[in-house]
């Protein structure tokens, strides 16, 4: 019986991996450590299309100094020292601390000398960041096996593909490479954009939504003053001789007095331990700020919605005409609605200053460590 040739030609399986490698995430508690869980998941397979050669594990490990406790520490030797203890091959730290070279913000830090890199998390926004993340991880463990696996690039069209790679470079969050002393490279963005980018992102860390939830005290009080506002016939008066311009300073002014409470009272103005980190201290006290100043102003949004149904369900027309001794209207609703809700804000502020401090620092800023 002859030999059956109709059968397609024999599959080749892929080459298997010579090389097995350790790549560990060392992360900052709270968001960075968020990112690095759900970035493990995929990173294995995405290094294993770029490496083929390379069989690949992923570990991931919280780390107290990749956050503000350690700030003014040297996150690369400190991951150096990790990733020896841990015997791992490579290691990259996602940090929420801001990184700068000079006023540029830095997204990424590679140092391929020593096996270590560097992503700083809010550096690159607050917008799609699982992503950028990702990127930012791919292109620094790019840069610490450049001279280990050198990837081959396409031959023809060179000037094209060098063309895409540098739009791509200057188009993406992470940033340009700028090369340095010991095959050191750094991830740069534009001053002005990086900046405000950093910022954003530093607030998009600490969560401040959560800020509302988690000062129960001030809530309470805030509540209480409401609920006196809107059944005082007096406070009914004050709102209708009341012109929009001076609610408005009202509603400002009240803002700004918890706020102030809150940061004051509480201790969340951080200051510099030594003048060489002044600058990363000076933007996590903005961060802190503007964390508050979002979580606040939600915090008065609500309390406006709430007060102005309360006041719409509580008080009949015709009560209120027969105090204010004129025809009223929506406007005159939503003018009682918001004297009450700035007085009620500051009367929050009373409530924030007994709130628990251990509370109060976690609702302000959650990616931080005390």
């Known amino acids: 019986m002859g030999e059956d040739r109709s059968a397609g030609p024999e599959v080749t399986n ?16 709270g968001v960075a450590h968020d990112l690095a869980g759900q970035l493990s998941e995929e990173l294995r397979g995405l290094l294993r299309e770029r490496f083929p050669s390379v069989e690949w594990e992923i570990a991931v490990d919280v780390e107290l100094t990749a956050g503000t406790a350690g700030l003014g520490a040297d996150l690369v030797q400190m991951a150096r020292q990790r990733m020896l203890a841990e015997g791992w091959d490579l290691v990259v730290v996602l940090t929420d601390l801001p ?29 799609a960041l699982d992503r950028r993340v990702r990127e930012a991880v791919l292109r620094v463990v790019d840069r610490l096996l450049d001279q280990r696996f050198p990837r081959r690039r396409p031959p023809r069209r060179a000037s ?18 700028v090369g340095s ?5 750094r991830f740069v963005t ?14 998009r860390a600490n969560r401040p939504w959560r800020l509302v939830v988690g000062l129960s005290r001030a809530l309470v009080a805030a509540l209480g003053t409401a609920a006196f506002g809107i059944t005082s ?19 400002l002014g009240s803002v700004l007095a918890i706020c102030v409470t809150l940061i004051v009272v509480h201790g ?14 000076l933007l996590i006290n903005l961060a802190t700020a503007l964390t508050i100043a979002v979580g606040i102003l939600t915090h008065y949004l609500a309390l406006l919605v709430i007060n102005a149904v309360a006041a719409a369900a509580l008080i009949a027309p015709a009560v209120f005409e027969m105090q204010l001794h004129h025809p009223v209207g929506p406007g005159d609703y939503v003018k009682l609605a918001w004297l009450v809700s700035s007085l009620a804000t500051i009367g929050g502020a009373l409530g924030a200053a007994v709130e628990n401090e251990t509370a109060v ?10």
Do not use: K
Not at 103 to 117: D, F, M, Q, Y
Not at 160 to 177: E, I, Q
Not at 361 to 370: I, L, M, P, S
């Open 99 to 127: 990184l700068h070279v000079g006023r540029r913000p830095v997204t990424a830090h590679a140092s391929a000398a020593l096996g270590v890199g560097v992503v700083s998390v809010p550096a690159l926004g607050a917008l």
């Open 268 to 281: 969340l103005w951080e200051r510099s331990p030594t003048p060489e980190v002044r600058q990363r201290v």
């Open 233 to 251: 016939p007096g406070i009914w008066l004050l709102a209708n001789g009341m012109g929009w311009m001076r609610l408005l300073a009202l509603s």
């Open 190 to 203: 534009p001053t002005v954009q990086g900046n405000l980018r950093l910022i954003v992102g530093m607030v």
């Open 14 to 29: 892929p080459r298997p991996p010579t090389q097995r490698m350790v790549l560990g995430l060392l992360a900052a508690p």
């Open 160 to 177: 094209m593909w060098l063309l895409r790679a540098r739009l791509h470079a200057l188009t993406s969050p992470v940033g340009v490479a």
């Open 361 to 370: 620092r976690e609702a302000a800023y959650g990616y931080r460590e005390d």
């Open 181 to 185: 002393e010991e095959r050191n490279v």
